[in-house]
């Protein structure tokens, strides 16, 4: 029964209110593979896209490459867009992805957050505002231009393509 409150309040707290506002993201301090230490809070008036991944995931590889990318083109999150990364496999296992990879962007290691952000899928990506509000949440890979669009507008909706036999 605990789960299941658990599982319903995660759900009531990542969706959006009766009256249409945005939640709050839930916040956290973490450290990065670099000792950095990450927050919304430290991040308010700021874009922050939260990409959730493992390495075993193909998808979850192509959108990486894409966010290598765009995180090098934005300023590496020194401006107004800031990309964190989670991954919740172990940690040695992880170093060897990302010393294989060559990925610079922020890294955090953690399972707990995985559980707080309600993630079932990878990748998993949550767009938050500047307010620090869920703005959207996208289960599933997004290619580089959609997410560039997303950068230049977080409201932008993805069209979901049909899969047809």
């Known amino acids: 029964m ?5 599982y319903f309040l995660l759900i009531f707290n990542l969706s959006i209110n009766s009256f249409g506002e945005l939640v709050t993201a839930p916040d956290f301090k973490l450290k990065d593979q670099y000792g950095i230490e990450h927050s919304l809070e430290k991040y308010k008036n700021k874009k922050v896209f939260l990409i959730f991944w493992t390495s075993w995931c193909k998808y979850c ?22 990309f964190l990364t989670f991954n919740n496999e172990e940690k040695k296992d992880l170093k060897k992805v990302l010393k294989e990879k060559k990925y610079e962007f922020p890294v955090i290691n953690n ?14 990506n949550y767009i938050i505002d500047e307010k620090g509000k869920v703005v959207q949440s996208i289960a599933g890979q997004i290619n580089k231009e959609n997410l560039k669009k997303l950068i230049k507008n977080q409201n932008y909706k993805i069209e979901k393509k049909k899969v047809t036999n």
Do not use: A, C, S, W
Not at 2 to 6: D, G, I, P, S
């Open 2 to 6: 605990k789960k299941y409150l658990f």
């Open 111 to 124: 399972k707990i957050i995985f559980y707080q952000y309600y993630v079932e899928y990878f990748p998993t």
């Open 61 to 82: 590889e192509n959108t990486l490459e894409d966010i290598q990318q765009l995180y090098k083109e934005n300023g590496e999150n020194k401006k107004d867009i800031i």
